[in-house]
């Protein structure tokens, strides 16, 4: 059966830190990974991974993805209180499905 | 990316009634998605719809709770029959584009009464 562990479920940090979420997968015939913010209601894009150890970049936020251990981090530097939210990461099992995790709660304080 | 509309943006609803959910996206897509969210939990795919066949439904939803229309490449909708307080959710579609880049509408919050 598909897997999607994401941790830590929740996270508090000031401004100006740095924090990395994982996620950590096994799904059948692997083809990509994306990885989403979750404010209030539509999850927002943030990446797709397709190949291990490319890191995508976008500002503050990177994302890098290793398929022989099955995991991908997001990493957040410089923490702004912008930055809370949920962090969803979606592994594509087969064709065209992708399997949710539960997501990373982060808060981030002024 | 792709601009993704969904209205109602929200809906509140007695139970034993059905609500319709319409979304609009802004350039043709092969194939779009609805999810349903509910409260504290992650995403679960309901079903996927491809323009000119019959949409394919994930393990626990059904055509006659959830029927869905996918007319043409831009335009889906899902209607939420029968509904009982278990299906207040938040209700997202979603297409993919760029190749595997997946993209959300805004979702509907439904609540059930």
């Known amino acids: 059966e598909d897997k999607v562990v994401q941790s830590p479920l929740s996270l508090v940090v000031h401004e100006g830190d740095t924090v990395t979420l994982n996620c950590s997968y096994e799904?059948?015939?692997?083809?990509?990974l994306l990885w989403y913010k979750q404010e209030k209601k539509a999850p927002t894009f943030l990446f797709m991974l397709?190949?291990?150890?490319i890191e995508k970049k976008s500002g503050r936020l990177s994302s890098i993805l290793d398929k022989k251990e099955l995991f991908s981090i997001l990493n957040i530097t410089a923490t702004q209180t912008g930055d809370s939210a949920v962090y969803l990461c979606?592994?594509?099992?087969?064709?065209?499905?992708?399997?949710f995790g539960t997501g990373t709660r982060l808060k981030v304080l002024a | 990316s792709a601009v993704i509309s969904q209205k109602p943006s929200r809906d509140i609803c007695q139970r034993g009634t059905s609500l319709t959910i319409q979304c609009q996206v802004d350039?043709?897509?092969?194939?779009m998605f609805w999810y349903r969210q509910q409260p504290g939990q992650s995403l679960t795919l309901i079903a996927t719809?491809?323009?000119?066949?019959?949409?394919?439904?994930e393990s626990g939803f059904v055509i006659d709770k959830f029927p869905i229309s996918r007319p043409n490449l831009t335009f889906s909708t899902l209607t939420v029959s029968n509904m009982s307080p278990e299906d207040s959710s938040i209700y997202l579609c979603s297409a993919n584009m760029q190749g595997d880049e997946q993209y959300f509408g805004p979702g509907t919050r439904l609540t059930v009464t």
């Open positions: 979606a592994p594509r099992s087969g064709t065209y499905k992708y399997i």
């Open positions: 799904v059948t015939n692997f083809r990509s």
């Open positions: 719809a491809n323009q000119g066949s019959e949409a394919t439904y």
């Open positions: 397709t190949s291990s150890g």
């Open positions: 350039s043709q897509v092969t194939m």
